[in-house]
């Protein structure tokens, strides 16, 4: 059953959460997706057959939670991801990030390390609102006199990204990708070489940045972005159960 975990401004997460053993893990979906998704609902499935603790849920403005996706941010979206760990964990947990999720569980993990097992990135995207920088000149307009532009998605799939003025803004604030990561616990990357979004390199580039010595970064000849095939679903089940003990 959805429940709602209520923020100070009367918005609301909505969050599925399953008791078991820890550490448990917590599933941190991407960049206009939500708890719904094949990753965060095949995770649900392993965990029931581990008997872990599990969680997903839904940022502000995605999916069931409340709000309007247009007016979230890196910081906001930072913050939903802290008041679940903070409200709705015990103990060490098993964070695991897809696309901007990826870079929501690093800024987690560095102002949460006691409440970080592991951290596993699918198609982890840091700093991808850099990417943005690159507009055309009407969606250049359209930020100055709109505050908000649309960018077709990478992968010609889903409607186009609203990217807004304030996101961008924002997202400067929390890029960690020109500095060393202080972040030592394990950490296990997985991307698809093929993926059209969100460059391999790029977690390659995190591996680098990363000051653990246990990071692991598996690369996938035929995987795009999603990751969601039955093969790339059976990895990422054994890459989040070897993290567990």
Known sequence: MIQKLLNKDDT?????KFEGKKPGIVFLGGF???MTGTKALYLE????RWDRSYIRFDYFGHGASSGKFEQGSIGRWLADVLMVLDQLTEGPQVLVGSSM????MLLAALRRPESVHALVGIAAA??????????TVEQQQSLEENGICYVPSSEGEGRPYPISRKLIEDGLEYRILNAPIAID?????LHGLSDGSV???????LAER?????????LLKAGDHRLSTDLHLKLLEDTVQALLI
């Open 45 to 48: 499935e392993c965990c029931k």
């Open 199 to 205: 460059a391999w390199q790029k977690s390659v580039q």
């Open 101 to 104: 999720g990826g870079w929501l």
């Open 32 to 34: 206009m997706s939500d």
């Open 210 to 218: 990363l000051t653990s010595k246990e990071v692991t970064v598996t």
């Open 185 to 189: 616990c394990p950490v296990h990357l």
């Open 12 to 16: 609301f997460i909505a969050y599925q």
């Open 126 to 135: 840091p700093d991808f609102l850099d990417d943005f920088s690159q507009l």
